[in-house]
């Protein structure tokens, strides 16, 4: 009975983080990938570590005041404050 709640506990978490992105890729993700970057070289750029960039595309973690400076600065404002915002919207709340 527990491993059948557990499952479904993670079906819904799984479904819930699909939801949180409306605009399919992240915007970092997107970035880099445009410019054939890896994660470190990103990171080197940025001013932060490779497992950071990571926790940020796959929305574990949502980048500080800081890092969200240094972002659109090393990205020549191509990554916005708005563009990193957005990817943590639910869908009804990105149409108000």
Do not use: Q
Not at 30 to 46: D, G, H, P, Q, V
Not at 58 to 78: E, N
């Amino acid at each position: 009975m527990l491993t059948t709640i557990w499952h479904i506990a993670l079906i819904c978490k799984k479904h819930e983080s699909l939801n949180r992105e409306p605009c399919g890729m992240h915007p970092l993700t997107k970035w880099r990938s445009e410019r054939n970057l890896t994660r470190a070289e990103a990171a080197k750029i940025i001013g932060c570590k490779a497992g950071t960039i990571a926790d940020w595309e796959y929305r574990r973690r949502f980048p500080s005041p800081g890092s969200i400076t240094r972002i659109v600065k090393a990205t020549d404002g191509d990554v916005t404050a708005n563009d990193l915002h957005t990817g943590y919207r639910l869908p009804d709340e990105a149409a108000e």
